[in-house]
Each structure stands twice: as C-alpha cells, then as structure tokens.
C-alpha cells in the first residue's frame, strides 16, 4: 500500500492558516521583536489586522511626525516593520476604511465599540489615551479585545462604572 499524501498536505495548511479570530484580530503568530519594542513603547502595538495596508504605508512613512513624536527607525527595521504589516495587513470588513489621520482609535468600528466610554476616561492617569488598549482589555498584546474580558481602570467615578456595565 503506497502512503497516502493527505496527511502532511493537511499539517501544512493547518501550519498556514491563519489564526481564528472568535474575539478579535489576533496578533500574528510571529511578531518581529522590534515591533514589540518599537511601537509598545508608547503605545498598544495593535494587530496589523486593525488598518488596511494603504493606512500602515502612510503611517510607517511619516515616522518623523509619528502622532507629534519622532518615532524614526533605522532603515533596516523600517524596511521590516513594513513589510510585516503590509503581510498583516487588514482585509475584513472592519479595516476597509482608511481612518481619518489613519489613527486606528478614529477608525467607525472603535468609535462604535467605545461610544459609551466619558471623554474624561481616556484621560484617567490608569488609561492615559485611547491607544492605551491594555488599560482595560489584558489581552490588547495579544490581540483580543473581547468584551466579555474587560477590566475597569482604576479611578472610573460611579456614573463612569454605570456606563461601562451597560
């Protein structure tokens, strides 16, 4: 009996497929360390998933005025970073929008999802700013953004903890 190619052929699209996204845009499996470092460093380094690649092209490209920060990168982590996110770029739905300044915290789906989060919350020294995702989703680095997981930050007032339960 000759053996049969189905197997491997099986493991090796399971290998390539990608990752189920029940609650949200997961982070790639593999995620260069320098986007960890380099965009973590002031900010959720949100999945790629979240712009489509036009929006990442414009972002990677005006790293000089990243957002009223020099976020500069060497070129060959430039080169990178890059093309990594135009790989992971969004496709869904969700990311066929360009947001206005391509500021994933501008984008409709964002908007809609935190609509009943008070302005003041953002500015709470636990949150700090929108993009501050992990203040209430712990598994924002992950890329999970479920709802079902949220924590309350700390310093939310009574009517701010009303709102959030709603």
């Keep these: 009996m000759k053996p049969t190619p189905l197997l491997p052929a099986l493991l090796t699209l399971l290998a390539l497929a990608p990752t189920a996204r029940a609650d949200g845009p997961l982070m790639p499996l593999r995620v260069p360390p320098a986007y960890t470092q380099e965009c973590g460093a ?16 414009r972002v ?3 790293l000089e005025q990243h957002y009223g920060s020099d976020a500069t990168l060497d070129p060959k982590t430039l080169q990178q970073l890059d093309g990594w996110l ?19 915290t501008r984008s409709a789906w964002f908007e809609r999802e935190h609509r009943k989060i008070d302005a003041a919350v953002w500015k709470l020294p636990s949150v700090k700013s929108a993009a501050q995702c992990a203040a209430c989703h712990g598994d924002a680095d992950q890329g999970r953004f479920d709802e079902r997981a949220l924590r309350l930050p700390a310093g939310l007032s009574a009517s701010q903890r009303r709102a959030w339960n709603d």
């Design 86 to 104: 135009q790989q992971h770029a969004g496709t869904s739905r969700r990311a066929a929008e360009e947001p206005p300044q391509d500021r994933i």
């Design 42 to 57: 002031c900010h959720t380094a949100y999945p790629p998933a979240l712009l489509p690649a036009r929006s990442w092209k």
């Design 60 to 62: 990677m490209g005006g």
